[in-house]
């Protein structure tokens, strides 16, 4: 009987004790800060653009980029604020910084316009601007 | 005069060390042998003598071998100006100096060979020590790294060239430092870089990570001051990404590597790249994702542009193959690893170098991430001295100090060796590291990083074109080593 009751108790004791650790959210390392308002657009390679060299390439890849920013510009009414020239030239996905007002100052505006670029079939990827620590110093002695 | 013959003999044993060894390395790499300096018309020749008989003085020992000697050149058309008569006492071997102010080397070398006494005859190479700089905290042993990693040797063959540029993305670079100045580049508009935290032509350190890095791959070396990096001449851009707490969000990261892209592609010669930084991601996390792609891509780039890319493993003292949950971390406990990977470690494309690090006894140190699968290569990070932004020199630790050493060391073979691509200056990096049981099964390579192996490069590196796809070679060896001991229980049974 006694022997039932401590084991009992231990079972109790150790759910109480995980349950907060299985509940609680996953402790994320290098704590991350959302900026609102403010995206990284990556659009698929494009291989029309990949076949050229030199020249021929960077004007191929400055029309492709021209036209991903109106679509932009008019389909989700962002501004397009910075065009990665030299990254698109190189791998062939047109890449973009853009922002929206309305976004930075609504939650719901902001994840409304992320979930609706990200089912955009025209787009691979976007990504709100998030600011994270990314350098660290060990400070346990070997 | 016995000081004199001392010097000849000692000059001689090693012209015949040089003789014997030299080309040994080149044959069993079945390689063309390295041509060697040798002092025109002269030439070091093995003559055998037997033994001083009894009641020989050492005066008339050496009167005979002098005459002979003298003899031996003269047919060849020279004349001997320096014998060994204490070795050929002790080994009945004479070596023989021979000059001719008529012949050229190959000429005499062809007249003495002809001579039945000659057993051998070869140029007088010269020999030269390993250049080392005197930078005080070189020369008063703090640079452990530099011997580490070989680099007195290889400083024989380049100590680099302001004609190479090496970019660091950090916390900027304090440009104006005594030991950096001379050695900070200036990229196509005539900056020496940009600081995308605060969207400026100054790329000025605030925080000491950029410039300590920036010291290590290229604090100006031999200047008598200060540390000697692993270049001592290059041409170093700072490109600001992170702040004074080193933060910084993807946009600048990415607009960072669009800067090193965009001045490569416009014809600076930027090799390499350093990236001491980096972050946990999760992919199953659809924001984290979309940022791994964003940073994939302009990594991609920049390894596409024929830049090396080196980046750090990473200080959380994980197996990145295998992270753990709370408590893994003994500096943040709180953190769960489980899930994700570090990135742009994690990242996979053929220019790119992950790096963890040793410490002097050339192990790894616990804080320093791991991997076979991800991270290619060792390198010095406990214990490193460099520049620091305060102006002084200041002693750090993590991976992101062992990074610049093979960013720099990319640079320093960019320099030796200009025409080589991305692709071969990296192979002779990961082919030529230094094997250690510390890191077998720890990183791709099995070693650390080796630069005077790395600029004779008598190895070649066969373990793919990424971090992801490089544990093969690696791994195999590692887990039949761990089956050796099974089998040869079951063996004995």
Redesign the interface.
């Known amino acids: 009987m006694k022997s039932t009751v401590i084991l009992f108790s231990v079972l109790f004791l150790i759910s109480v004790l995980c349950f907060p650790?299985q509940a609680a959210e996953?402790?994320?390392?290098?704590e991350s800060r959302?900026?609102q308002g403010?995206f990284?657009v990556?659009f698929p390679e494009r291989q029309a653009v990949l076949v050229f060299e030199g020249k021929e390439r960077a004007a191929a890849t400055a029309v492709m980029l021209d036209m991903q920013a109106e679509y932009l510009k008019v389909r989700y009414g962002v501004s397009v604020e910075?065009t990665?020239?030299?990254?698109s030239?190189?791998?062939g996905?047109g890449?973009f910084?853009v922002t929206c007002e309305k976004a930075k100052e609504s939650v719901e505006i902001q994840e409304k316009l992320?979930g609706d670029m990200?089912a955009d079939p025209f787009i691979?990827?976007?990504?709100?601007?998030?600011?994270?620590?990314?350098?660290?110093?060990?400070?346990?002695p070997? | 005069m016995e000081g004199d013959m001392k010097m000849r003999d000692l000059r001689a044993w090693l012209a015949a060390a040089v003789l014997l060894f030299l080309p040994l390395p080149a044959l069993a790499s079945g390689q063309a042998p390295v041509k060697r300096e040798h002092v025109p018309g002269e030439a070091i020749i093995v003559v055998e003598t037997g033994l001083p008989g009894k009641g020989l003085s050492a005066q008339q020992f050496g009167g005979m071998l002098s005459a002979a000697a003298a003899n031996i050149a003269s047919q060849a058309g020279g004349r001997s100006v320096g014998i060994t008569s204490s070795i050929a006492s002790v080994t009945g071997k004479n070596l023989v100096l021979v000059r001719s102010s008529e012949k050229t080397t190959e000429e005499l070398l062809a007249e003495l060979r002809k001579n039945p006494a000659v057993q051998s005859a070869a140029p007088n190479y010269r020999i030269r020590l390993s250049r080392t700089p005197n930078d005080p905290y070189y020369t008063g042993g703090q640079l452990w790294g530099m011997t580490a990693i070989k680099a007195p040797t290889a400083w024989d063959t380049s100590v680099g060239s302001k004609n190479v540029f090496a970019v660091v993305l950090d916390t900027g670079i304090k440009y104006d430092h005594p030991d950096l100045a001379a050695n900070m580049g200036r990229d196509l508009e005539g900056n020496y870089g940009y600081d995308y935290h605060n969207g400026d032509l100054d790329p000025m350190d605030d925080n000491g990570h950029g410039t300590h890095v920036a010291g290590i791959i290229g604090a100006a070396g031999n200047n008598d001051a200060g540390v000697a990096g692993v270049n001592w001449a290059v041409s170093l851009l700072a490109v600001k990404v992170l702040d004074d707490e080193g933060s910084g969000d993807i946009y600048d990261l990415v607009s960072g590597l669009e800067y090193v892209t965009d001045q490569k592609r416009r014809g600076l010669n930027i090799r390499a790249a350093n990236m001491s930084l980096g972050v946990w991601l999760d992919r199953s996390n659809a924001n984290e994702a979309a940022a791994i792609n964003a940073m994939s891509t302009a990594c991609r780039a920049v390894s596409d542009q024929g830049v090396i890319l080196a980046v750090a493993s990473g200080n959380e003292y994980q197996d990145i193959d295998n992270p753990g949950g709370y408590f893994s971390n003994p500096d943040k406990m709180w953190e769960d690893y489980r899930g994700m990977l570090p990135y742009p470690a994690a990242f996979s494309h053929p220019n790119m170098i992950t790096v963890s690090a040793i410490n002097s006894s050339y192990r790894r140190p616990d804080f320093a991430n791991y991997s076979p699968r991800y991270v290619h290569l060792a390198a010095p990070g406990q214990g490193i001295w460099s520049t620091y932004h305060n102006g002084g020199y200041e002693e750090l630790n993590g991976t992101s100090m062992a990074t610049p050493y093979v960013a720099g060391a990319a640079a320093l073979l960019a320099a030796a060796f200009p025409s080589e691509s991305a692709g071969q200056i990296r192979s002779r990096i990961l082919g030529n590291v230094t094997k250690t049981s510390n890191l077998s099964g720890i990183v791709a390579s099995g070693g650390y990083l080796n630069l005077d192996g790395a600029v004779k490069n008598e190895q070649t590196w066969d373990g793919g074109d990424g971090g992801g796809g490089c544990s093969a070679t690696a791994a195999v060896p590692a887990s039949l080593l761990l089956l050796l001991p099974l089998g040869l229980l079951l063996w004995k049974k």
Not at chain 1, 84 to 87: K, L, N, Q, V
């Open positions: 650790l996953k402790a994320k390392p290098a959302v900026i403010e990284l990556l910075n990665f020239s030299a990254i030239e190189t791998t996905k890449m910084f992320l990200r691979e990827a976007v990504s709100p601007n998030e600011v994270r620590k990314m350098i660290s110093v060990p400070v346990k070997q």
